[in-house]
């Protein structure tokens, strides 16, 4: 019965077929869906300790190079999407097998749901280091929020992302006119802290900008298969990448570089500490900032989490969605929340190469496409997802100062590229399926 009320009263979320044209959205729907994603709060605190580091126009265009390359990597994978009508995980399965796709879309699923928990844990220390208010409390009212919201599907996203995005508008400008107010206009003018020198450079920011979204971003189908087409489900992409979060970070970087952020290598280009201390409306407009701005976050994470175990398991998005926010909010509130950013930034290594390959096959490759359904595993795709990870591994082990996520993506191009055009094609490749061995003439 209650499976049946679900029908009624909310729409499908299709997480086992493309999504009809009849059900397609708006260009301004989906717009709201990626544009709102990246302008949250922690967007401006990294862009505020980038400036602080490397100074506003050396970090300005570190932030801008990364911002690029997420437009291209995700522009791809979008225009994907908006033909096919495909999720993530429909997707990932004609690059890498109906079998082999679990290790990616259970790798994805599972470094999403653990940023969600990330930013629960966040939106909990944020209201009580800012506010005041009790830790706990908040990160379970914020989880439930955050529940609540995904579990509604894609047309809440959109209303919230009308909603976050104008907000974090509006309140960065106020924060900027603050800042100037209180601190020095030659913005261009401002130069790295002097202890801070040498930390990081401009490649190891840009590679920083492009591995923050590159789970979500290649799982970009999960939002634009709404498109009504490969075109609009670019022009939404662009909104966000570099639109959105190049915003959302270089405000950070302007308040960073009056120069009224304390010790601002720590604290980067948190506005909150501009916005407090003027007023109670001002204030009252800061707490539902940090709930509306990290909801953003969570929401969008836990949405693709959803999708992918949905599809995974077979069950339906809103049953898992209650299930996996709760897992979050139980990760948040045992404060390992605080000590997963490392591990899922080394997972993100892992990351760039799965998108890379499906960009390559399915569009580069394969322009005429026909479905490889029925294969169960996609032996060219791990080949060179293992080879081009690999190489990110050593890159990030032995030069850092290199933009890791973006090498990445240039490995795995070049490697997909030698075993495509090197490898013998007569080199022959036996794959069990369920019902028939699979003979296979070459490594795809």
Request: charged content about 10%; some cysteine; proline content about 3%.
């Amino acid at each position: 019965m209650s499976k049946e009320m679900e029908q009624r009263s909310l729409d499908p979320e299709f997480e086992q077929e493309a999504v009809p044209k009849h059900y397609r959205k708006s260009l301004g729907s989906i717009v709201a869906v990626w544009f709102g994603f990246p302008m949250q709060l922690f967007s401006a605190v990294f862009g505020g300790t980038v400036v602080a580091q490397l100074g506003f126009v050396n970090g300005a265009l570190s932030m801008l190079l990364g911002n690029l390359a997420l437009f291209i990597f995700v522009g791809f994978l979008s225009y994907r999407a908006g033909e096919t009508g495909l999720n993530f995980n429909l997707l990932a399965k004609e690059s890498f097998g109906k079998r082999g796709y679990y290790l990616v879309s259970g790798l994805l699923a599972v470094v999403v749901i653990g940023w969600f928990a990330v930013n629960v844990g966040l939106t909990g220390a944020m209201m009580h280091n800012t506010f005041g208010y009790n830790e706990i409390l908040m990160i379970i009212v914020g989880g439930l929020i955050y529940i609540v919201i995904t579990f509604l599907g894609i047309k809440a996203l959109s209303v919230l992302g009308w909603i976050a995005a104008p907000l974090y508008v509006v309140l960065s400008i106020v924060a900027i006119v603050f800042a100037v107010k209180s601190g020095v206009t030659g913005i261009l003018e401002y130069k790295p802290v002097a202890s801070s020198a040498g930390a990081i450079t401009m490649g190891m920011v840009a590679s920083m900008v492009f591995a923050g979204f590159a789970d979500s971003g290649t799982m970009t189908a999960d939002f634009t298969r709404w498109s009504k087409n490969g075109k609009e489900a670019v022009l939404a992409s662009i909104t966000a990448f570099p639109l959105g979060n190049f915003v959302a970070q270089i405000v950070g970087g302007i308040v960073v570089a009056t120069g009224v952020i304390p010790d601002a290598v720590t604290n980067g280009g948190n506005i909150l500490m501009v916005l407090t201390g003027h007023g109670s409306f001002l204030s009252l407009v800061s707490v539902l900032f940090v709930f509306i701005s990290l909801g953003s976050v969570c929401t969008h994470c836990l949405y693709n989490g959803a999708i992918g175990w949905s599809h995974m398991t077979g069950k339906g998005m809103r049953s898992i969605t209650v299930i996996l926010g709760v897992i979050g909010i139980i990760a948040a509130l045992s404060g390992i929340w605080g000590k997963l950013p490392e591990w899922f930034n080394l997972l993100g290594i892992l990351v760039p190469p799965i998108g890379t390959i499906m960009i390559m096959d399915q569009i580069i490759f394969r322009k005429t496409h026909k479905s490889a359904l029925e294969r169960s595993w996609r032996p060219l795709a791990f080949v060179t997802w293992v080879i081009a990870s690999g190489i990110s591994l050593f890159i990030n082990f032995n030069a850092p100062q290199l933009s890791v996520a973006i090498m990445s993506v240039v490995a795995t191009v070049m490697v997909y590229l030698i075993c495509k055009t090197v490898v013998p094609r007569n080199a022959s490749l036996v794959f069990e399926d369920s019902d028939k061995s699979v003979q296979s003439g070459d490594l795809d």
